[in-house]
């Protein structure tokens, strides 16, 4: 590395060395100066004497200065020539400690808040990190070719900042230490371990996984998926279109501004929609359930729950025997919520124990509606199975022996088959039509009515713009049922479709496949 001294500091001697230059060899000094004396004497606007042709180039030189622009130019090249490349050696050098401290600014950020508790800051950009837990209670973070290791003091309550950026930090689910994890703005991705840990989504479409422990669990800005796991968790959606599934534990839930969808799961729950036309299931479990303000859907399922639906038109979904019920303007319909768990009996889950876990609410929340209750029925009678696989892609549903599924061509059903049905509990929009913005259980429900159609040999032939009658009629809009153009569209019956899901919850209906 080449040597740039202390900043301001001048080199002992100069990097630009200078060649003598020799006089043109027809303009001695003696001559030019006898020359001068000459003309000066007799007047430079005289004629010269004799013999001053014969040193034309010398008055050239003279009275235009060219001869010294030459000598000029021969040492500017030389002294460019010279200074350039040391200022080129110069600029390499800091360029080279310039990307240094870059590289180093860029990565992980290790320091210490107001608080006492270590922070870990993964800078800019899209951060993918792991957080794992030593033999002496420490924390060892990797973040892309990072490493950060912290002791078992600095791992007591750490903050690790995701920063800008659509950001993934996952602490492994055997970290006992409790740990805040803040993704910061863009769509990110955060998973707690067994700790009591913070899990704040930031602005963006967050992904909030609070795993065992009491966590506590903030969406903030955006449309965002928050799930708490085992523990009793408190939960806050914040401003957007936000889902939250309590899961295991006595959890604590509220909505925030915006249509968002409340599962209490398993627990005695506690939860409010608050602003917006808000689904809030209770799951099971005694629950205190509160739509909040909005046109909101309530259904307490099973346990000894209380139910208000607060402010606007409301749908109240209870027992006969609830505790309280508000009687609040709208609609108040009685659920037989007797031997719940037989219903969905001919449905199987299969997949990690988080996701039947999640799946399991899923068909709670259905087990609590009427449209529910129904599909599942028509699932259990059909003597065939549906089982219900975990998925990161798109939601489907496929046949064992789809030649049996279909409708005969005399309008009979066929013979049935079981059915398979791949479930991504975690997609929450199709796009960007308010329809679009549904929680998972309407998606989950949808597959459920193309199996209920296979299981009982009900699925519809032919298609009409393209779109296949089968998907159109699974949303519950009408199909040219019978092939026959002359007849009339209509909506196929004997189980309910999308749509009718869609009505129980106050969600805005589906116009189209």
Same mark, same amino acid.
């Given at each position: 590395? *080449?040597?740039?001294?202390?900043?301001?500091?001048?080199?002992?001697?100069?990097?630009?060395?200078?060649?003598?230059?020799?006089?043109?060899?027809?303009?001695?000094?003696?001559?030019?100066?006898?020359?001068?004396?000459?003309?000066?004497?007799?007047?430079?606007?005289?004629?010269?004497?004799? /013999?001053?042709?014969?040193?034309?180039?010398?008055?050239?030189?003279?009275?235009?200065?060219?001869?010294?622009?030459?000598?000029?130019?021969?040492?500017?090249?030389?002294?460019?020539?010279?200074?350039?490349?040391?200022?080129?050696?110069?600029?390499?050098?800091?360029g080279?400690?310039?990307?240094?401290?870059?590289?180093?600014?860029?990565?992980?950020?290790?320091?210490?808040?107001?608080?006492?508790?270590?922070?870990v800051?993964?800078?800019?950009g899209?951060?993918?990190?792991?957080?794992?837990?030593?033999?002496?209670?420490?924390? *060892?973070?990797?973040?892309?070719?990072?490493?950060?290791?912290?002791?078992?003091?600095?791992?007591?309550?750490?903050?690790?900042? +995701?920063?800008?950026?659509?950001?993934?930090?996952?602490?492994?689910?055997s970290? *006992?230490q409790?740990?805040?994890?803040?993704?910061?703005?863009?769509?990110?991705?955060?998973?707690?371990?067994?700790?009591?840990d913070t899990l704040?989504?930031?602005? +963006?479409?967050?992904?909030?996984?609070?795993?065992d422990?009491?966590?506590?669990?903030?969406?903030?800005?955006?449309?965002?998926?928050?799930?708490?796991?085992?523990?009793?968790?408190?939960?806050?959606?914040? $401003?957007?279109?936000?889902?939250?599934? +309590?899961?295991?534990?006595?959890?604590?839930?509220?909505?925030?501004?915006?249509?968002?969808?409340?599962?209490?799961?398993?627990?005695?729950?506690?939860?409010? !929609?608050?602003?917006?036309?808000?689904?809030v299931?209770? +799951?099971?479990?005694?629950?205190?359930?509160?739509?909040?303000?909005?046109?909101?859907?309530?259904?307490?399922?099973? !346990?000894?729950?209380?139910?208000?639906?607060?402010?606007?038109?409301?749908?109240?979904?209870?027992?006969?025997?609830?505790?309280?019920?508000?009687?609040?303007?709208?609609?108040?319909?009685?659920?037989?919520?007797?031997?719940?768990?037989?219903? !969905?009996?001919?449905?199987?889950?299969?997949?990690s124990?988080?996701?039947?876990?999640?799946?399991?609410?899923?068909?709670?929340?259905?087990?609590?509606?009427?449209?529910?209750? $129904?599909?599942?029925?028509?699932?259990?009678?059909?003597?065939?199975?549906?089982?219900?696989?975990?998925?990161?892609?798109?939601?489907?549903?496929?046949?064992?022996?789809?030649?049996?599924?279909?409708?005969?061509?005399?309008?009979?059903?066929?013979?049935?088959?079981?059915g398979?049905?791949?479930?991504?509990?975690?997609?929450?929009?199709?796009?960007? $039509?308010?329809?679009?913005?549904r929680?998972?259980?309407?998606?989950?429900?949808?597959?459920?009515?193309?199996?209920?159609?296979?299981?009982?040999?009900?699925?519809?032939?032919?298609?009409?713009?393209?779109?296949?009658?089968?998907?159109?009629s699974?949303? /519950?809009?009408?199909?040219?049922?019978?092939?026959?153009?002359?007849?009339?569209?209509?909506?196929? !019956?004997?189980?309910?479709?999308?749509?009718?899901?869609?009505?129980?919850?106050?969600?805005?209906?589906?116009?189209?496949?």
């Amino acid at each position: 590395m *080449t040597s740039i001294g202390k900043p301001g500091s001048r080199p002992t001697s100069s990097p630009v060395s200078t060649q003598p230059v020799k006089a043109p060899a027809t303009a001695k000094p003696n001559a030019v100066k006898a020359a001068v004396a000459q003309r000066m004497k007799d007047g430079f606007d005289a004629a010269p004497r004799p /013999g001053a042709a014969s040193r034309p180039v010398l008055s050239a030189e003279l009275r235009s200065g060219e001869g010294a622009g030459d000598v000029g130019g021969a040492l500017g090249k030389a002294a460019g020539k010279a200074a350039g490349k040391a200022a080129g050696g110069i600029g390499d050098a800091l360029g080279k400690l310039a990307g240094r401290v870059g590289s180093a600014l860029a990565g992980p950020q290790v320091s210490t808040n107001a608080d006492g508790r270590t922070v870990v800051d993964l800078g800019a950009g899209n951060n993918t990190a792991t957080v794992s837990q030593n033999k002496d209670g420490g924390l *060892t973070i990797k973040s892309g070719s990072d490493t950060v290791t912290l002791t078992a003091e600095q791992a007591r309550g750490a903050v690790i900042n +995701g920063g800008a950026g659509n950001d993934s930090i996952t602490v492994d689910a055997s970290v *006992t230490q409790d740990i805040t994890l803040d993704g910061g703005d863009g769509d990110d991705k955060l998973t707690g371990g067994k700790g009591n840990d913070t899990l704040i989504g930031g602005a +963006g479409n967050d992904t909030v996984l609070g795993g065992d422990g009491k966590d506590t669990l903030k969406g903030q800005d955006g449309d965002d998926y928050l799930e708490g796991g085992a523990g009793d968790d408190r939960i806050q959606g914040g $401003e957007g279109r936000d889902v939250i599934y +309590g899961l295991d534990g006595n959890d604590s839930i509220s909505g925030g501004s915006g249509r968002d969808y409340i599962d209490g799961g398993a627990g005695d729950d506690r939860a409010s !929609g608050g602003a917006g036309d808000d689904q809030v299931i209770g +799951g099971r479990g005694n629950d205190t359930l509160s739509g909040g303000s909005g046109n909101d859907a309530v259904a307490g399922g099973a !346990g000894q729950d209380t139910v208000r639906g607060g402010t606007g038109t409301d749908k109240l979904y209870v027992e006969e025997n609830e505790a309280t019920c508000d009687a609040a303007e709208g609609e108040r319909e009685i659920v037989d919520m007797t031997d719940a768990d037989q219903r !969905g009996r001919s449905v199987t889950v299969s997949g990690s124990a988080d996701f039947q876990a999640r799946v399991q609410s899923d068909l709670d929340a259905m087990r609590s509606l009427p449209s529910g209750q $129904e599909l599942l029925r028509t699932l259990d009678d059909s003597g065939h199975t549906t089982t219900i696989k975990q998925t990161s892609s798109g939601n489907s549903a496929s046949a064992q022996n789809k030649d049996d599924a279909w409708f005969n061509a005399d309008g009979t059903p066929g013979k049935g088959t079981n059915g398979t049905v791949n479930y991504n509990t975690t997609r929450i929009s199709l796009g960007s $039509e308010d329809w679009m913005n549904r929680p998972p259980v309407v998606a989950l429900f949808h597959e459920l009515v193309h199996a209920s159609d296979y299981a009982n040999g009900t699925l519809a032939l032919g298609e009409k713009n393209g779109v296949n009658n089968r998907e159109t009629s699974a949303v /519950g809009l009408p199909i040219d049922l019978d092939q026959d153009p002359s007849t009339p569209d209509v909506v196929q !019956g004997g189980r309910p479709g999308e749509n009718v899901l869609r009505d129980d919850l106050n969600l805005p209906t589906r116009p189209r496949y």
